[in-house]
């Protein structure tokens, strides 16, 4: 009587052992958080979830692990300098003070400056022409 159960207890832990073989394995990202590379010295490891690269090597028997010099703190830095100017811009063009301003008194100046060197340019090209076409054509009075 002892046969059966023994016989059916081993049937169900072999059965058991299959399907939990059988279970695939956990994609490789989160497996293992750290991805280790040997190099000269030591080892680099890479933190799967930050990106975070540290060089580690034994020292003084004991394992320590430093981070590498790496320039994404200054570019998320930067990234967070530039995204605050284009909200600060974003909300000045939205500002209804901004849209209608009359110009001042020095671009008004600057507008006219520019319109008066344009017009004298003009004039002069005007009286060559002139001149060119009274030297190619006689008068004829």
């Known amino acids: 009587m002892k046969a059966p159960i023994a016989i059916s207890a081993l049937i169900l832990a072999v059965s058991l052992a299959a399907a939990a073989y059988a279970q695939p394995a956990p994609p490789a990202s989160d497996a ?8 000269d010295g030591g080892f680099l490891r890479l933190d799967a979830q ?10 003084d028997a004991n394992w320590t692990c430093e981070t590498v010099a790496d320039d994404r703190a200054a ?7 530039l995204n605050e100017r284009i ?7 939205h500002d209804p003070a901004n849209r209608f301003r009359t ?15 344009m017009m004298k340019r003009f ?19």
């Open 32 to 39: 293992w958080r750290f991805k280790l590379q040997k190099v």
């Open 50 to 59: 930050t990106g975070q690269v540290s060089f580690c090597r034994e020292k």
């Open 75 to 81: 570019l998320e830095g930067e990234i967070k300098r």
């Open 87 to 93: 909200a600060a811009l974003e909300k000045q063009q």
């Open 103 to 117: 110009p001042s008194d020095q671009e008004i100046d600057q507008v006219m400056g520019f319109f008066e060197k």
């Open 123 to 141: 004039r002069g090209v005007v009286e060559n022409l002139k001149k060119e076409w009274e030297t190619e054509t006689p008068n004829k009075g």
